[in-house]
């Protein structure tokens, strides 16, 4: 009786044991989470949505196509917009929550301590004053109405649907949206595109080896090829009397400590991304209009970087793309017309170092001694202890602290811009003159803009405010930090987190601090013109400096040197042979390095990289997915990069961060200090043998094994959330665009033929639910390099009606 | 505790061996067990430990309480997948893997701990 009493007790304790442990242990949330039938993870399979949703703004209608793309139509701008928010938020809350969170600083909150670095570096940088600064004067701007009837779009949203999977595997629910989060969007974005710490790392570098090597990695210009602007565009020289060209040589002006620049450089937006965009005019497209081509070429995630709507309000129709939490399309086209963006490389962005007061509290300007004005903020840490962080601002902007040393940096994007307002107006335009006025307020990111209209009007236009920096008097670049002590280099009537004063005045200010928008790059209707991010303008049609950042130009020569073609042989520049353009995989790389691969390969006594050779010799350089060769160099590359900098780079303390483009690295001189004593081809034989090796092991026999949508993954790193694999041609350098390695390319391949078909596709899915058919429906065909053709009428069965609150 | 006091339990304590011993009121019992722990079960996961524990009541023995909460997981995950299956999202479901895995653990382990009740009454 006694054991049988003391079993129940034992029996009974476990199952009290269970309970109680379930209920107040952390196994509750893991229960709450993924029990069956109940578990909040499992609510997100549902992917049905309200079919009527009460509007303050009136009456709307949303239609889903095929693709889950909505087209929402109303005839109230306010009650448009609105629904927009909501299906935004309804498709891609998440990741618009994520992005807010990511550029506030507040990710650690709900991701746990990871997170705490990026946390601080975001705060010290002050997006968030930036955006709200913005936000305040976007409000009083004609987009502020609109834009504040698609905040509260996405808060009806937040209100009435099911939050995503990642909302509830994370465990928590997001806060309202406000407008300054759509600007922090903005922000993100522009910084993504524009921030760069390019200037600090080639100093250091400067230091760590010589002068001459740092020019070799981090070269300013890139020879022989050709720029956007080209004779034949009959270009002005533009800023010419203007008297801001700048001195030659100037100093190489203060370092910053290794230690400083090697933090920032974590947090630095990716520096190779580029975009390919083109307009023809309709005497060479055979048609009566232009035909505009864009594809940027972004970060490639789970959903992907663009959210594609369709919109037809009372005074315009738009279809194109927009980031999740941005109101208004981005690129696309309209009624009259279509654009698209493509990312310039120029410098908008100071860095400053002081001369500290002994308490770290106080610096010197000028004459004066300034306290830096500091606060503490409390960084909320999920699962672990709060952090602080304190927050440092001069008169430059932004004080980043770390080792000993301040730094202030100076932003374009930290002023009140009016880029919100552009993109507006953008949508409403209804001509060149129209874009033109648009991209006047197109203040930051700076951007090649171009323009197509039905009526056959063209415009490529370099958007954004560029400084002028002066030394002592003298105009000089951007490309050295410069000491903010002696008050050098200073934005002339800029203040961070204010409308700049000067951006409103007319320009002929006597010193001219800005560029004035007049004399920012521009051609009027180009028989035809492309961008890839390459340079710009020639030097010796540009009077002032507009930036050091430029791509190596490996697209936009491939690009021109297509196009050149086929206009000297007279065939039309149709759709077709674009699509053909944007479908184009040969890789500059490979064409300027595989000669001298296969001869230094061939002067080898191992059999293995003889066949090597001949198989690289043979091959057409083009990375298709087919092809053994491309797969080979694609290896080589990645070897030949680390024969070169791993084992200099970790002497001196420096990361893979500190690699340069290979553009830089194709044009380093067979003498280049670089290749140290063993030579070019014994460099680059040793890279052969290693690519080799590396391929043997790994299994793979074509591109298509190492080049696929299998890279392309969700911010959480979960694999179920991660996109299939398919094959994909491509890389980092060709038209056709896809670096599996840093999973970035093609985020929205775009041909718009005004007077025909509106091509596109995106990377993946317009859903951002987990269990919609809609996350991942476009994967394959972009793997394809097919596009979807798109409807200019809305499309779909009508799925959600939005109602006048009264009626 | 009176002979008064004592009666209803007396009463309940016969009611339940007759369920546990006879099979017509056994096989009700178990029936009711199972929908009442299926229906507490979509609304909370506790649901699951109640329905290991009504199945489990009912059995004969403690070795059969448990077996049938196991057999009250197996049903539970069956209904699930049903559940998921009917809006086609059984697929995207598997294909969490580890995720998926931890619901099926959850529902078979969740009711062997109620069922842990019969050793008590």
Request: glycine share 10%; charged share 25%.
């Amino acid at each position: 009786m006694e054991r049988e009493t003391t079993r129940r007790a034992v029996l009974g304790a476990a199952l009290g044991a269970g309970v109680v442990g379930g209920l107040f242990s952390p196994v509750n949330s893991y229960l709450r989470q993924f029990a069956p039938l109940s578990g909040s993870v499992w609510g997100a399979s549902r992917t049905d949505r309200q079919s009527t949703v009460d509007s303050p703004y009136g009456p709307a209608e949303v239609r889903y196509d095929e693709t889950g793309v909505p087209a929402v139509t109303a005839d109230d701008e306010g009650a448009l917009y609105f629904a927009a928010g909501y299906v935004q938020a309804t498709d891609r809350l998440f990741q618009m929550d994520l992005q807010r969170r990511l550029f506030r600083g507040e990710l650690s909150a709900v991701v746990g301590s990871a997170a705490v670095d990026s946390d601080r570096f975001h705060r010290e940088m002050m997006f968030a004053e930036a955006a709200e600064a913005t936000a305040d004067h976007v409000r009083g701007t004609p987009a502020g109405p609109p834009a504040e009837a698609y905040v509260d779009g996405i808060n009806a949203a937040i209100e009435r649907e099911s939050v995503p999977v990642e909302f509830r595997l994370l465990d928590y629910e997001p806060e309202p949206w406000r407008l300054a989060d759509s600007m922090v969007v903005e922000k993100l974005i522009a910084w993504g595109l524009t921030g760069s710490f390019r200037t600090l790392r080639k100093t250091l570098v400067a230091d760590q080896f010589t002068p001459e090597m740092a020019d070799q990695l981090y070269p300013d210009r890139f020879d022989d090829r050709p720029p956007v602007v080209r004779p034949f565009h009959d270009p002005e020289t533009f800023g010419a009397g203007l008297g801001i060209d700048p001195a030659g040589e100037t100093d190489a002006g203060p370092t910053v400590q290794q230690g400083t620049v090697d933090w920032l450089t974590r947090f630095e937006p990716d520096q190779q991304l580029g975009s390919n965009s083109w307009v023809v005019g309709p005497e060479l497209a055979g048609g009566d209009s232009p035909i505009v081509g864009n594809d940027p070429h972004l970060n490639l995630q789970a959903p992907p970087v663009w959210y594609e709507m369709h919109l037809d309000g009372p005074t315009h129709r738009v279809r194109g793309v927009t980031f999740p939490g941005v109101p208004f399309i981005i690129i696309g086209e309209n009624d009259h017309g279509a654009w698209g963006f493509t990312n310039v490389g120029a410098d908008v962005v100071d860095f400053y170092t002081y001369d500290q007061g002994p308490d770290g509290e106080s610096y010197t300007y000028g004459e004066q001694t300034r306290e830096f004005d500091s606060r503490t903020e409390e960084i909320e840490v999920a699962d672990g202890s709060n952090e602080t962080v304190e927050l440092k601002q001069s008169v430059h902007g932004p004080v980043v602290t770390e080792a000993t040393q301040e730094v202030g940096v100076a932003w374009t994007g930290h002023a009140a811009t009016e880029t919100t307002l552009a993109v507006y107006e953008l949508t409403h335009s209804e001509g060149v003159t129209d874009v033109r006025d648009a991209a006047a307020k197109f203040e930051v990111p700076t951007q090649n803009l171009v323009y197509g209209n039905r009526e056959g009007g063209r415009l490529f236009q370099v958007t954004g405010r560029l400084p002028v920096r002066r030394v002592d008097g003298t105009v000089v670049g951007g490309n050295r930090v410069f000491d903010g002590s002696a008050r050098e280099a200073e934005w002339g009537g800029f203040d961070p987190f204010e409308r700049p004063p000067a951006w409103e005045s007319s320009p002929g200010d006597d010193p001219l601090s800005w560029v004035p928008f007049g004399e920012n790059p521009h051609v009027e209707d180009p028989a035809y013109l492309a961008t890839a991010n390459q340079q710009t303008v020639a030097d010796d049609r540009l009077a002032y400096y507009l930036g050091v950042s430029f791509d190596p130009g490996y697209r936009g020569e491939r690009i021109y040197t297509l196009l050149d073609e086929r206009v000297e042989s007279g065939e039309s520049l149709d759709l077709d042979f674009l699509r053909e353009v944007g479908r184009d995989t040969r890789d500059g790389r490979a064409v300027a390095l595989v000669d001298s691969l296969v001869a230094a390969a061939r002067g080898s006594e191992d059999d293995d990289l003889v066949e090597a050779a001949n198989t690289l010799d043979s091959w057409d350089r083009r990375m298709t997915v087919d092809s053994s060769a491309a797969l080979l160099f694609d290896r080589w590359m990645d070897q030949y990069r680390d024969e070169l900098f791993e084992t200099a780079f970790a002497d001196a303390d420096l990361g893979e961060e500190y690699y340069p483009a290979d553009g830089a690295i194709e044009q380093l001189p067979p003498d280049s200090a670089w290749f140290g004593p063993r030579k070019r081809d014994a460099v680059m034989r040793r890279a052969l043998r290693s690519a080799l090796d590396e391929r043997d092991a790994s299994g793979e026999a074509v591109y298509g094994d190492r080049s696929h949508t299998g890279r392309i993954g969700h911010p959480l790193g979960l694999d179920f959330l991660a996109y299939p694999e398919h094959p994909r041609a491509g890389s980092s350098e060709t038209v056709q665009n896809f670096d599996h390695e840093d999973s970035r390319g093609g985020s929205w391949e775009m041909q718009v033929d005004l007077d025909g078909e509106f091509l596109a596709v995106l990377p993946g899915g317009n859903s951002g639910r987990y269990f919609s058919e809609h996350y991942d429906d476009q994967i394959a065909r972009w793997a394809r390099g097919e596009y979807r053709s798109l409807s200019r009428t809305p499309e779909g069965d009508l799925t959600v009606e939005f109602r006048a609150e009264d009626g | 505790m009176s002979d008064d006091a004592a009666g209803p339990v007396v009463a309940a304590s016969e009611q339940l061996g007759r369920v546990r011993e006879e099979s017509g009121p056994h096989w009700v019992a178990l029936v009711v067990a199972l929908v009442v722990g299926l229906v507490l079960s979509t609304v909370h996961w506790l649901g699951l430990v109640v329905g290991g524990a009504l199945v489990g009541l009912v059995a004969a023995s403690l070795r059969r309480a448990v077996v049938a909460a196991l057999g009250f997981g197996v049903l539970v995950v069956l209904v699930w997948g049903v559940s998921l299956a009917l809006p086609g999202a059984l697929g995207a479901v598997r294909a969490t893997g580890e995720l998926a895995g931890l619901g099926v653990a959850i529902a078979l382990a969740a009711p062997v701990v109620g069922s842990l009740a019969r050793a008590v009454v």
